[in-house]
Structure formats: C-alpha cells, structure tokens
C-alpha cells in the first residue's frame, strides 16, 4: 500500500470517509456535500484512494427508481487504519506548530 498525497482536499475525503457508517454509507455526491468539494475535486481522489488500496467500491442494489444506482465507497481495514494515521500525524503537527489555534 502506497502512501497518498494529503492535500485539503484529500484530507477533507478522508474525514467524510471516516465518519461514514454502514447504515449511512458514504456515496460519490454525498461525499462532496459533507467534504464541501466539488465532483471534479472528489472522483479523481476517491480513484487515487481505489488504486492505492485504502478505499473499495460497490454499486447500489437495493431499489432506485428515477435515478441510476448510486457508487458507495468505504475505507478498507488497511484503509481506514492509514487514514486514521496519517490524519492523527497531522494533527499532532499542527499541534506542534502552534497551528491548531489557540496559544502556542
């Protein structure tokens, strides 16, 4: 497993990702919303997420009249473990600068 490039906006994916739930799974335009990007922005990172093996995703097979199925996308073991690394590393970081808010 490769690392990822943590941009804003990748760090903004990975959040939503991590707070989806089973019941509410995170699907591509929901992640926009809740992530505050645009689809040009989320896709191409959720695809980087695929092919590096942190996320999977699957179609929709319940029912769905009027609109296609929707493409869910959940963080894998491995996934969901670097994820929460590598945004616990980051936030020590911060931290560490001073960059969290507050006083230093």
């Known amino acids: 497993m490769t690392n990822i490039r943590l941009t804003k906006p990748t760090i903004a994916v990975l959040e939503?990702?991590?707070s989806a739930?089973?019941?509410a799974p995170a699907w591509g335009l929901s992640i926009c919303r809740?992530?505050?990007l645009g689809p040009g922005t989320v896709y191409p990172i959720l695809d980087r997420l695929v092919e590096r093996g942190w996320i999977t995703s699957y179609e929709e097979t319940g029912?769905?009249?009027g609109r296609p199925a929707r493409r869910f996308y959940?963080?894998?073991g491995t996934g969901r473990q670097q994820a929460a690394q590598v945004l616990e590393r980051?936030?020590?970081?911060?931290?560490g600068?001073?960059?969290?808010?507050g006083r230093a």
């Open 16 to 18: 939503t990702l991590l």
């Open 21 to 23: 739930t089973s019941d």
């Open 34 to 36: 809740d992530a505050d």
């Open 63 to 65: 029912p769905h009249p």
């Open 74 to 76: 959940e963080l894998t």
């Open 90 to 95: 980051r936030k020590a970081r911060r931290f």
């Open 97 to 101: 600068l001073g960059l969290a808010g």
